[in-house]
């Protein structure tokens, strides 16, 4: 069971007592209050000026609030509808938070980064059943987009966008391939790698209109293992230089941007529209280092 959906049951349950609440048992508790302030105002005039409290206003006042007050069930029910409707329409309408859970995305987003994905960039969604119902954008190439691994779709993954819809993607000896044509390479100097305390050869890639770093190794072979059956594999061609696909209609071809170390379309296929979840675009936090957090490409 994904969060998406346990939130949603969360609003429904809150709802239904928020409801509950407005229909039934606030007016319920209301009775019961004026019933009681109006049994001890009773009960004060019959007695003796002696025998009555000292503030019957304040007596009265608290007689109501006891019997106004919701009962713990409720409050924590109906009392964080609004809260937890907020919170549900924001993720599934506007922005979702996400953390990088690995390095195949280094070094652009690095294990521990808190990111914002933008919800609406690629089309309004139904949240749970994730259905487009707006069309807004689509991916471009070069975005850095999460979607449902299609494999497992309970599980996000996040890559960036190499081929669209129609695109000839080849990745041949390290060397990427659009349409018959070379995406050049820059020589960056090295990243040093923090998690596994080592240097990678680091370089620039311009994909679309974004221009981010990779990190390769250009001298080393190219060699794809673990390649499995998935859907539109006929459109692939595997060989010892790498591999070579033409993207079905309505699905993507992405890749990590640490290409060493990233399982991707290369490996499992293609991601389909449908499985599109919205654009990284923000990070809001990384408690490792603060500097980090800001706008990325």
């Not at 001298?219 to 033409?246: H, L």
Request: aromatic share 12%.
């Amino acid at each position: 069971m994904n969060f998406a959906l346990i939130l949603f049951l969360l609003v429904l349950l809150t709802f239904v007592a928020w409801v509950a609440e407005k229909a039934w048992f606030l007016p319920r508790r209301r009775r019961l209050a004026r019933e009681r302030v109006a049994a001890f105002e009773r009960e004060q005039a019959a007695l003796s000026p002696i025998g009555r409290v000292a503030d019957p206003a304040a007596a009265s006042t608290a007689i109501a609030e006891a019997a106004l007050r919701q009962p713990l069930w409720l409050e924590y029910t109906a009392g964080l509808f609004p809260v937890i409707a907020v919170v549900f329409l924001l993720r599934s309408f506007v922005a979702e938070p996400f953390k990088i859970p690995s390095g195949s995305m280094i070094p652009t987003l690095l294990v521990g980064d808190l990111i914002l994905v933008n919800k609406y960039a690629y089309g309004v969604r139904l949240p749970v059943i994730n259905t487009k119902v707006v069309e807004v954008g689509s991916p471009q190439r070069g975005d850095v987009m999460v979607f449902r691994y299609p494999r497992d779709p309970s599980m996000d993954y996040i890559k960036r966008v190499v081929g669209l819809p129609g695109d000839k993607v080849a990745y041949l000896d390290k060397r990427l391939w659009i349409n018959d044509q070379e995406v050049p390479l820059a020589a960056q100097g090295e990243f040093f790698d923090a998690e596994r305390l080592s240097y990678a050869p680091q370089y620039s890639e311009k994909l679309g209109a974004i221009d981010h770093k990779i990190l390769t190794e250009l001298g080393k072979p190219t060699y794809i293992n673990a390649v499995e059956s998935f859907p539109f594999r006929e459109r692939c061609q595997y060989g010892d230089a790498g591999v070579t696909c033409v993207v079905p209609p309505g699905h993507y071809f992405v890749m990590g941007d640490n290409r060493e170390n990233s399982l991707d379309s290369r490996f499992w296929g293609f991601v389909p529209e449908q499985n599109i979840v919205g654009k990284a675009f923000f990070i809001w936090m990384n408690f490792s280092d603060l500097k980090r957090i800001g706008r990325f490409h």
